[in-house]
């Protein structure tokens, strides 16, 4: 089965909070990089944020101060918190890992692993 599942995506109107979770098994559960990755109709994957498993997390500027990423390495679960949510965060979000021991970046990184997605539908 897959080694990264994403869920907790769904509708809300602008304004509104969603939390979204990725349950990690294999060699992606003890991945030194993982983030949380978007992607919109139309448009290019984005970086949204990212955590080692030392504690250094990185975000895109554009949701600063509004998301949290956190991971669990006793459970292996990568969460988002995302508040604030707006028609621009409006994306299929997809959780990866990457197989790096050292390295961590949402342009320079090759993450080997990928979650299903789950859609995140921000309403006016």
């Known amino acids: 089965q897959a080694q990264l599942v994403e869920s907790g995506g769904g509708s809300v109107q602008t304004g509104g909070s969603l939390r979204l979770s990725c349950v990690a098994a294999?060699?992606?559960?003890?991945?030194?990089?993982m983030a949380w990755f978007r992607q919109a109709p139309g448009k290019e994957r984005e970086g949204v944020a990212y955590?080692?498993?030392?504690?250094?997390?990185n975000y895109a500027s554009s949701v600063k101060g509004r998301f949290t990423i956190s991971r669990d390495n006793v459970k292996n679960t990568l969460s988002l918190q995302m508040n604030t949510l707006s028609p621009a965060d409006t994306a299929m979000y997809y959780c990866?890992?990457?197989?790096?021991?050292?390295?961590?970046?949402?342009?320079?990184?090759?993450?080997?692993?990928w979650g299903q997605g789950t859609q995140v539908t921000v309403s006016s």
């Open positions: 990866a890992a990457s197989r790096s021991v050292d390295f961590c970046s949402l342009q320079g990184t090759t993450f080997a692993f």
């Open positions: 294999g060699d992606a559960a003890s991945a030194y990089c």
């Open positions: 955590k080692t498993k030392l504690g250094t997390t």
